[in-house]
């Protein structure tokens, strides 16, 4: 039995040689280049892997711990890495008083945030409307519905497909610049764009 502990990033491959399967543990780092360390035991031996693209094979036994050379690292990893999910972004859409229509720098950016959709990998897109905090609880919420309502629409002129959009409100309950009530806050008139 192989025990792993203080996972920072790391990826396990079996590997069938010859009659006994090796477990290879390898220390990948992170998306910003950043190591921690892994703990890798058997019944009998134990190493601690602390450096980017450290690794070691295992059977019954620890075998030595090496780096990775860069040619091993794309030839090994390059399907794995291309099938790891891709880090979420935002965008934020800004509107005037009472609108449901993007101010001009928003509905100039569609493009753009169109562009990233169709490039991503099975994308999910959560259109989440807001308000500031002027006027009733019960109308704010609508009208962010409604923004979100209609910045699906924009997106869906662009070619995106309606399948992989999903829509939330959250009136005045979610401000970007927190406030009091009654209060016109343009930071907190948008609707957030967010691709998973």
Not at 10 to 25: D, E, H
Not at 155 to 170: C, V
């Amino acid at each position: 039995m192989i025990m792993i502990k203080n996972i920072s990033f790391l990826l396990l491959f079996l590997i069938l040689a010859s009659c006994a399967p090796k477990t290879l543990v390898v220390l990948v780092p992170d998306e910003e280049g950043k190591v921690g360390q892994v703990s890798v035991s058997t019944k009998t031996d134990e190493v601690i892997l602390s450096q980017a693209y450290e690794y070691t094979e295992v059977t019954d036994k620890i075998g030595p711990v090496r780096i990775m050379d860069p040619l091993k690292q794309e030839k090994m990893f390059s399907d794995v890495i291309m099938a790891l999910p891709q880090k979420p972004v935002s965008f934020i859409l800004y509107f005037q008083t009472d609108s449901t229509i993007p101010d001009q720098p928003s509905l100039d950016s569609l493009p753009g945030i169109a562009a990233t959709i169709k490039d991503w990998n099975f994308p999910l897109v959560s259109v989440i409307g807001h308000s500031d905090t002027m006027g009733d609880k019960t109308y704010n919420y609508n009208l962010s519905l409604r923004r979100a309502e209609k910045v699906r629409e924009l997106l869906l002129e662009k070619g995106i497909d309606p399948e992989i959009i999903r829509i939330t409100a959250y009136g005045e309950n979610d401000p970007l610049i927190p406030t009091g009530p009654n209060v016109s806050e343009p930071r907190n008139r948008r609707v957030e764009i967010l691709v998973r």
